[in-house]
T-cell receptor
């Protein structure tokens, strides 16, 4: 089946630093990638949708200047958390979709801890 | 506005018995539904799906039932196994409207050996 690789799996950083998370589709071309954030005991909250070669579409309430998304190729999307603060600590998950296929393939997630 | 709801945050079932996870939705335009399974600190994995033109889809121990009039779907796992212990998310999409997935809040299933 389709594989989506996400790394790093865990990152601890100091407040004020920036963190980049990569999401790669390994065996298919992901025309659309999604970035989610999950708080403990809560659902997957969609942060943004990115299509290759175009600007990401952010959900209401998500700061696009803080969460920079780049979908530079059909196999790679990156999420950069700029000037991270402790409240940004969360589990971030990417997912990828090929064409208009109904199934989403998820990365393994990144646990971000901001000290 | 939560368009997909899983009203039971947790469920405990004895090994070998049936697990029934429920999901309700509000948007009658949804035409495809999926269930994902998620272990702690891992990304969700696809489990089973159903199109709105069907009312049942079965895959091994997993069966999804769809009741469109009630805007309700359920996932049945039988027999339940300890390895099934995870958080289960239902998701819905309206394919003609693009790729937006709407997820429920998840139900944490614990299968007791």
């Amino acid at each position: 089946g389709a594989v989506v690789s996400q790394h790093p799996s865990r990152v601890i950083c100091k407040s004020g630093t920036s963190v980049k998370i990569e999401c790669r589709s390994l065996d298919f071309q992901a025309t659309t990638m999604f970035w989610y954030r999950q708080f403990p005991k809560q659902s997957l909250m969609l942060m943004a949708t990115s299509n290759e070669g175009s600007k990401a579409t952010y959900e209401q309430g998500v700061e696009k200047d803080k969460f920079l998304i780049n979908h530079a190729s059909l196999t790679l999307s990156t999420l950069t958390v700029t000037s991270a603060h402790p409240e940004d600590s969360s589990f971030y998950i990417c997912s990828a979709q090929q064409g208009r296929d109904e199934k989403l393939f998820f990365g393994s997630g990144t646990q971000l801890s901001v000290l | 506005d939560q368009q997909v709801k899983q009203n039971s945050p947790s469920l405990s079932v004895q090994e070998g018995r049936i697990s029934i996870l429920n999901c309700d939705y509000t948007n009658s335009m949804f035409d495809y539904f999926l269930w994902y399974k998620k272990y702690p600190a891992e990304g969700p994995t696809f489990l089973i799906s159903i199109s709105s033109i069907k009312d049942k889809n079965e895959d091994g121990r997993f069966t999804v039932f769809l009741n469109k009039s009630a805007k309700h779907l359920s996932l049945h796992i039988v027999p339940s196994q300890p390895g099934d212990s995870a958080v289960y998310f239902c998701a819905a999409i309206y394919r003609l409207a693009g790729n937006q997935f709407y997820f429920g809040t998840g139900t944490s299933l614990t299968v007791i050996p």
